[in-house]
T-cell receptor, first 112, second 110 residues
Framework: DTEVTQTPKHLVMGMTNKKSLKCEQHMGHRAMYWYKQKAKKPPELMFVYSYEKLSINESVPSRFSPECPNSSLLNLHLHALQPEDSALYLC???????????FGSGTRLTVV | QQPVQSPQAVILREGEDAVINCSSSKALYSVHWYRQKHGEAPVFLMILLKGGEQKGHEKISASFNEKKQQSSLYLTASQLSYSGTYFCGTRDYNTDKLIFGTGTRLQVFP
């Protein structure tokens, strides 16, 4: 299995909702990442997990809450989002942080 | 801090060559290159870990000049499938952060 699987593919949520994005990989990668990408812009780093521990939080607002329950799974919990949070959310993994990343196909989030 | 890529956009005919540059204001540990097609996820092309290293991947190769804090991606005899946006990603020595460059949109026409 050489894929990173993200669910759901599309999500529309209201500003008072709570939702979660899920990311799964079975490649034995020990580093996992969340990136946010706006249209026609590069991906922006949000969080880095290395060996299941949060190693980097890029000053992301607390309405985004990451979780790494085990080495294969990464979640992003969303609460009280703003319309400007609408974007493509990409999960990626790598063997270790120094290696090339495998990206999932992303969750396209719309906040209404 | 974000690496700057040039040019911003390139239009090619099939079979033509292109060079995409990536420049950083910080000393680099490594450089990644990715291609992202419209509506899809970025796809890893290659990583350069040593200064002066050149790596190849089919007709796509790259170089890394550590002293100049630059990397270049070379696309030769371009194919329609090369169309997409190319991003470099740079890591410095002190963190696990991979920061993506500004991007270069490449379009190849028949």
């Amino acid at each position: 299995d050489t894929e990173v699987t993200q669910t759901p593919k599309h999500l529309v949520m209201g500003m008072t909702n709570k939702k979660s994005l899920k990311c799964e990989q079975h490649m034995g990668h020990r580093a996992m990442y969340w990136y946010k990408q706006k249209a026609k812009k590069p991906p922006e780093l949000m969080f880095v997990y290395s060996y299941e521990k949060l190693s980097i939080n890029e000053s992301v607002p607390s309405r985004f809450s990451p979780e790494c329950p085990n080495s294969s799974l990464l979640n992003l919990h969303l609460h009280a989002l703003q319309p400007e949070d609408s974007a493509l959310y990409l999960c990626a993994s790598s063997q270790v942080p120094a290696y090339g990343y495998t990206f999932g196909s992303g969750t396209r989030l719309t906040v209404v | 801090q974000q690496p700057v890529q040039s040019p911003q956009a390139v239009i090619l005919r099939e079979g033509e060559d292109a060079v995409i540059n990536c420049s950083s204001s910080k000393a680099l540990y490594s450089v990644h290159w990715y291609r992202q097609k419209h509506g899809e996820a970025p796809v890893f092309l290659m990583i350069l870990l040593k200064g002066g290293e050149q790596k190849g991947h089919e007709k796509i190769s790259a170089s890394f000049n550590e002293k100049k804090q630059q990397s270049s991606l070379y696309l030769t005899a371009s194919q329609l499938s090369y169309s997409g946006t190319y991003f470099c990603g740079t890591r410095d020595y002190n963190t696990d952060k991979l920061i993506f460059g500004t991007g270069t949109r490449l379009q190849v026409f028949p």
